[in-house]
Each structure stands twice: as C-alpha cells, then as structure tokens.
C-alpha cells in the first residue's frame, strides 16, 4: 500500500489487480504440475500476492430505510456520436439524477430534448470539465470545488445542492485527471486531495452523494484514503468491484475491463442496490445506484 502511494507504477497496478489474480492463480495451477516444493512454493507465493488485495477493499454502503432515489453516473465518451442508445435504456430513463462525464453539446442538447429531467446544470461544459448533471428535482446551486489549485490538471470537481422533497442533497460531479504518466497522476492526486477537504466541510448529517469517473481503481490507496479520512462508504461489492471501464480496441469485453466509475455515499444516505447498465457506445458501463434518503 504505502509504494502505491508514493510510486506512480505501483499504484498503476492496482488497475489491474483482476488481470494480476488471474495470472497467479494460473502460475499456481501451472506450478502443481511440476510436482517440486520449490515451484509449487513459487505458486503459493503468486497465488497468496494476488488474492491479498481483495481481503482490504472499502466497506460498502448500508441499507437504510428512507425515500428512494435512483442516481446514475456514466461516462458516455467523447468520441461516441449518437446518444440514441443510451436514451433508449430503461435504467437511464427511469433515473432521477443522471450525473455525466466526456458530455458533448450533441449530447446534452439530445438528453435535454428527451424531456425527462426537468432540470439541468450549466451549459458551460468546458467550465465543468466537460460533466453535465441532470435531474428531475431543483438545482439550488452549482459550485466548483477549489478552483484556485494549480496542481489538479485544470479540472475540478463541481458541487451541485439540490432540493429533493423538501430537504437539500448535495452531490458531487467528480473526472479526475487519469494517471497515465507521473504527472497525471500527481494531478489526480491532488483532486482527489482538494474533493476530501469538501467532503469533510459537509455537515456530518446531510445527505451526500459523489459520483463519477474516478480514474482510481477500488485497490488504490490514495481511494482508501478518500473513504477512511471523510467515513464515507462507497456503493461497490465488497469483494469483487464490477468492473466499469473497457478496451474498445479489444473486442469491448467488459469482464477484462477494471473498475473506476462509482457512486460514494455520505452516512446519511442508504444504499438499497447497484448495478451496472449495459455498452451503449461508450468505453465505459453506467453505474446504477439504488438509494435512500432519510
């Protein structure tokens, strides 16, 4: 954990802790076969580093008695042209807040057209980092999260209040920089940093939702930290994430893909079910949170 933190290739691993299980466990398979202590050692050993990961994951959300709410977030790409598809799934058109990144003006002018939510956030995509909020309850107020770093990359998570049955609920637009170099990573880094100082300015008792394109797998630590340091619960299994982004290049087998779109819970909020929603032309899955507000 602590050379994921502070090396930029370790962390990069944590992308691939299903792909890294899969190897080990076929190095033990392939190791019995030998029948020799020393290999089959070798085996245990790789089996043993692949498995240990997924006994430290976050503890997901709890379920709560309370108002339903469905909250969807998807990163629909921004290379894919027509969002037909995606209007057409049900999981999208029975949603109450849709919260969305890589938006493009075809996109939103379309997804505003269809009439389902009523309400909106700005049109000023590139102000927002190219992530758009809609909703079929009022938008309060819109606010970027520390715009006055220098370090994020230019980007900036985005704090929406809303008024659902009479009470506020706040929810967070999050697409940190994704790590492909040293850099990048740094810059994720100190989003992640600035979205954890606004989570901890939230009353302990409102009603808060965070979701997004993480560009953080669940394994990473600088995740963990996120959740231990705000006690927020994030809405994946606690033992095997789903994966959320896939190659197009590879066939779009979504099984080979990692998991870095989620939806992250205050205490106040409950979690009933999650689910993700099927390829709709994007090299990421919706994600589909079930909810509860008290």
Request: hydrophobic share 45%.
């Amino acid at each position: 954990m602590a050379l994921a933190t502070n090396m930029w290739i370790a962390d990069l691993a944590n992308f691939l802790r299903p792909h890294l299980l899969l190897l080990a466990t076929c190095l033990f398979v392939l190791s019995l076969t030998f029948r020799h202590v020393i290999v089959a050692l070798f085996g245990t050993l790789a089996l043993l580093s692949g498995v240990f990961p997924f006994f430290f994951l976050p503890l997901p959300a709890s379920s709560q008695i309370g108002a339903p709410l469905t909250v969807v977030t998807a990163n629909v790409y921004v290379d894919n042209p027509d969002p037909a598809d995606f209007l057409s799934l049900p999981s999208i058109a029975t949603a109450d807040i849709l919260v969305l990144q890589e938006m493009t003006p075809r996109w939103q002018d379309a997804l505003a057209a269809s009439g389902i939510w009523p309400f909106e956030s700005s049109r000023d995509l590139h102000a927002n980092t190219d992530m758009k909020l809609f909703s079929r309850f009022p938008i309060l107020t819109a606010r970027t999260v520390s715009p006055e770093s220098a370090d994020t990359g230019g980007r900036f998570a985005v704090r929406y209040e809303l008024l659902v049955g009479g009470r506020a609920l706040i929810v967070y637009a999050v697409h940190p920089q994704t790590p492909r170099s040293p850099r990048m990573w740094r810059e994720r880094s100190a989003y992640l940093r600035d979205l954890a100082q606004a989570l901890l300015s939230e009353r302990q008792d409102t009603p808060v939702v965070v979701a997004g394109d993480w560009n953080t797998a669940s394994w990473s630590p600088f995740f963990k930290d996120l959740l231990s340091s705000t006690g927020y619960r994030t809405t994946e299994s606690r033992w095997w994430p789903l994966p959320t982004r896939f190659s197009i290049r590879f066939g779009s087998w979504t099984q080979l893909g990692t998991p870095i779109d989620r939806i992250v819970l205050s205490p106040a909020v409950g979690l009933d079910s999650l689910a993700m929603g099927p390829k709709f032309g994007s090299n990421h899955l919706p994600v589909i949170a079930r909810l509860t507000l008290p």
